[in-house]
């Protein structure tokens, strides 16, 4: 046995030696298991850790980012034209007498223009822009490398799309209309005047009888 482990010595007999083998495959084997643990551990908390963020920034309603991750968005674009001259505009989407429609058809006729609205406008978006429900009743629209003479022609389109749409509720047939506000980046002093330039052109929209697309 000596001969074949060497660096076993005459003064250990074979119950030691297989004693200590036994110990050390044991040992080996613990470390194995405990490192596949400890990995599995990592991985589930990587998996919570991202379905935590995931439920913090999505309205749960519509299944769109919410307002934080549209703000969290904005910020780093704004970053980008900063340092890369990278353009962008916003559409501010207002649903025109949705407050009317809620109390006379109730919330779930509510929600349901919510939801039809939100994926309508999901599917008609080129990849790299983002939208995102901003407030009870609007959404915003971020069009990446998009000048503000192009952004109105995005919005109307998407405007005429929601008008076709048609909800039904008490016998009635509810037509959908949206007053949108644009604004782009390069027209704008900051984040908070880019807002306010779209909430104006809103504003207006809603002034001039709703169901249109104005650009700042």
Avoid at 98 to 104: G, V
Avoid at 113 to 121: K, M, R, T, V
Avoid at 150 to 159: D, F, G, M, S, T
Avoid at 162 to 188: K, P, R, V, W, Y
Wanted: net charge neutral; glycine share 4%.
């Amino acid at each position: 046995l000596n001969d074949t482990v060497p660096f076993v010595t005459r003064q250990y007999d074979s119950s030691i030696i297989m004693y200590f083998l036994s110990s050390y495959t044991i040992l080996a084997m613990f470390s194995l298991t405990m490192g596949s643990s400890f990995f599995n551990r990592l991985k589930s908390y990587d998996t919570l850790s991202s379905k935590a963020y995931d439920a913090a920034h999505r309205d749960i309603l519509t299944d769109l980012p919410n307002r934080q991750h549209m703000e969290e968005c904005l910020k780093i674009k704004n970053q980008q034209y900063r340092l890369w001259d990278q353009s962008f505009s916003l559409a501010l989407i207002d649903i025109d007498n949705f407050k009317n429609t809620n109390d006379r058809y109730g919330r779930d006729i509510g929600d349901k223009i919510l939801q039809s609205i939100a994926e309508l406008i999901k599917k008609e978006l080129r990849e790299g822009d983002l939208i995102a429900r901003w407030s009870g009743k609007q959404f915003i629209l971020l069009l990446p490398n998009v000048s503000l003479e192009v952004a109105p022609k995005v919005a109307e389109r998407l405007r005429k799309k929601i008008s076709q749409l048609t909800i039904e509720s008490q016998g009635d047939q509810l037509n959908l209309t949206l007053s949108m506000g644009i604004a782009c980046i390069t027209q704008s002093n900051g984040l908070d005047d880019l807002l306010s330039c779209a909430e104006n052109a809103v504003y207006q929209a809603k002034h001039m009888g709703r169901n249109m697309v104005v650009a700042n």
